[in-house]
């Protein structure tokens, strides 16, 4: 494909916080998707094993009118997209991101690095992605709450997005491994997103 083209969850409010997660098959960034107008890059993770895979995190605060789906244009590639949806955080959401990656003969087992909170009530969000010769099985901590977690019908994808609240201010996050479980061998990345809720400020820092 050259459009990864993602819908937007149902029941979307302005002011709400997308969040949407684009993995391409390329094991080192170089095929970069071009963001929708109004979305902005957080972060990206690449892992290559023999497989491989770059995961890319983009957000974009919601508007009274938005369409029913947006479009990432990249080269001509494997890839695939999820987006979620949360409210109550600040126009200005990022506050932290983290990201980490593995890849070998399965099982495997990754987590981002802990983040740190700069404000109070934060949400920490935990994005993962698997990539294999079909999609493998991703398992989630039973710690953080698990909203998505879905195999590609057409690709060896497998995406999974979970929250938790993070610890109060100046208290490092615990880490949250998944496991990726495939016959063979897989890659798997791991990120996270410390979200501001509304009223407060951040850094925006980021941590590899």
């Given at each position: 494909?050259?459009?990864?083209?993602?819908?937007?969850?149902s029941g979307i409010q302005s002011g709400d916080t997308l969040l949407a997660q684009i993995i391409v098959y390329d094991g080192n960034a170089s095929d970069v998707p071009t963001a929708p107008s109004g979305w902005d890059s957080?972060?990206?993770?690449?892992a290559n094993s023999g497989n491989q895979a770059t995961s890319w995190l983009y957000y974009k605060v919601a508007g009274a009118n938005e369409p029913p789906f947006y479009k990432w244009n990249i080269g001509a590639n494997w890839a695939?997209?999820?987006?979620g949806a949360w409210r109550g955080a600040s126009p200005s959401p990022i506050n932290a991101a983290s990201g980490a990656t593995a890849g070998g003969a399965t099982p495997?087992?990754?987590?981002?690095?802990?983040?740190?909170?700069?404000?109070?009530n934060v949400l920490q969000v935990y994005f993962y992605a698997s990539q294999s010769h079909a999609g493998p099985i991703i398992s989630l901590p039973n710690a953080i709450t698990q909203r998505f977690n879905t195999a590609s019908s057409k690709e060896g994808f497998t995406l999974a997005f979970a929250d938790l609240a993070a610890p109060p201010v100046d208290v490092p996050s615990s880490t949250f491994p998944a496991v990726a479980s495939i016959p063979g061998s897989a890659v798997l990345t791991a990120q996270a997103v410390l979200l501001i809720p509304a009223s407060q400020t951040g850094d925006n820092s980021q941590t590899k």
């Open positions: 494909m050259t459009t990864v083209t993602v819908g937007l969850p957080i972060r990206e993770d690449s695939a997209g999820v987006m495997i087992f990754v987590s981002a690095p802990s983040l740190t909170a700069a404000a109070s």
